[in-house]
């Protein structure tokens, strides 16, 4: 080899692999929140501001009319490909028992974003005025397989298995590879 080769080899691998980090971030683009039994729960409010121009923050503010204490949740995750396209699977959590027990991993990552910004912080029955609050989502702490592109979390809410309502979440992931 030449020392060109040499010296080419040696950079290449100082830039790959020791000085090489993943740069990650997640901005909301836009929330729709809808009660579908209005005797049960009311949206209060529903809401993105925005912060700067690469954050924004949520705002929900859900009152349960009656005590939720059996509670459900059923989670798809789209992400954007020339239309929503299924992604990451579709399930139904039972909340109540994930709160007493946190027993999912898929909803372990959007329960731990959400719980510094939440009064949800105990087990049921819920009642009264739940809320998230100026909530954005510092990803750095999380190392998650996702490509970068635009998702939408649509979450339906059953109260004793009747659907009262609905959040729908979208939201842009980027997730650069930064040279230092």
């Not at 798809?76 to 490909?81: E, F, M, R, S």
């Not at 910004?117 to 750095?140: A, E, R």
């Amino acid at each position: 080899m030449t020392p060109k080769w040499k010296v080419s080899i040696i950079l290449l691998y100082s830039l790959l692999i020791e000085n090489v980090y993943t740069k990650a971030s997640v901005k909301f683009t836009n929330v729709k929140c809808g009660s579908l039994e209005p005797s049960l729960t009311t949206i209060d409010q529903c809401r993105l501001r925005a912060i700067s121009r690469n954050k924004t923050i949520l705002n929900i503010a859900v009152n349960f009319l009656k005590a939720a204490k059996q509670l459900e949740v059923h989670w798809q995750t789209k992400v954007w490909g020339n239309g929503y396209k299924p992604w990451l699977g579709e399930y139904d959590i039972d909340f109540c028992g994930y709160l007493r027990k946190p027993n999912h991993p898929v909803f372990k990552i959007l329960y731990d974003a959400i719980k510094p910004f939440t009064n949800i912080n105990h087990s049921c029955p819920l009642s009264g005025m739940q809320y998230v609050k100026d909530m954005y989502w510092d990803i750095s702490n999380y190392k998650l397989p996702m490509p970068s592109g635009d998702y939408l979390v649509l979450l339906t809410w059953k109260l004793n298995k009747i659907p009262c309502m609905y959040t729908n979440i979208y939201f842009n992931f980027k997730q650069d590879i930064i040279f230092d």
